[in-house]
Each structure stands twice: as C-alpha cells, then as structure tokens.
Nanobody, 121 residues
Framework: EVQLVESGGGLVQAGGSLRLSCAASGFTFDDHAIGWFRQAPGKEREGVSCISSAERSTYYADSVKGRFSISTDNAKNTVYLQMNNLKPEDTAVYYC??????????????WGQGTQVTVSS
C-alpha cells in the first residue's frame, strides 16, 4: 500500500522556520517525483515545490523561492521541505504527493493526510 505521511507542522511566529517531512512507503522511491502543496482556508490548493527522482531537479512556486528548500533522504525514503522566513500568508495545510512520473508534473497518484502550518504575525 502506498503511503505518504507528513509531519513537522506547527505554530511559529513570522520570520521563524519549520521543517516538514514526508515519509514515503509502498513504492519505489527513486521512480517518482514528490511534490509539496498547500491549501489555506477558502483558497484553492497550490503547488509549493517539487523534486524529481532522477536528477533531483527542484522547482518552487514564486511565492516561496529563496525561503523554502526541498530535499530528500533516499535512505529514509523521506522528502523534506525546509521553510525559512515564514510569513502569515504561508499559513495552510501542507500536503505531499507522489508524482505519477519520475519528473515533476501535474499528475499525482497518492496524497498524504496533511500537516497544519500556522504562522502568527
């Protein structure tokens, strides 16, 4: 069974940092890109970052470039999202998702349950 489990969310003041983890199981980790998404109340889900499996190419939404960093630990089948200089507008539920392909795309097969990130001003 494919599973993605997020952790690391919480409450932080503006300017602070959090590191989210996405622990993956049930599939060949090296065969799939992993994406991070977020959804704030009343807003549509948006893509935040993605890392491909082959070359470990990384992509970021303009709103988080320079502040967020995505990385992997292949030994642990885990993808991390390091979030620095957090802003109140980063408040959302953050999800990781298994990409359908080894490269980042709009297609995702399995989603985690999400972890709440709240940034206070």
């Amino acid at each position: 069974e494919v599973q993605l489990v997020e952790s690391g969310g919480g409450l932080v003041q503006a300017g602070g940092s959090l590191r989210l983890s996405c622990a993956a199981s049930g599939f060949t980790f090296d065969d799939h890109a992993i994406g991070w998404f977020r959804q704030a109340p009343g807003k549509e889900r948006e893509g935040v970052s993605c890392i491909s499996s082959a070359e470990r190419s990384t992509y970021y939404a303009d709103s988080v470039k320079g502040r967020f960093s995505i990385s992997t630990d292949n030994a642990k089948n885990t993808v991390y999202l390091q979030m620095n200089n957090l802003k109140p507008e980063d408040t959302a539920v953050y999800y990781c998702a298994q990409g359908s392909y080894y490269y980042c795309s709009q297609s995702h097969d399995t989603w985690g349950q999400g972890t709440q990130v709240t940034v206070s001003s």
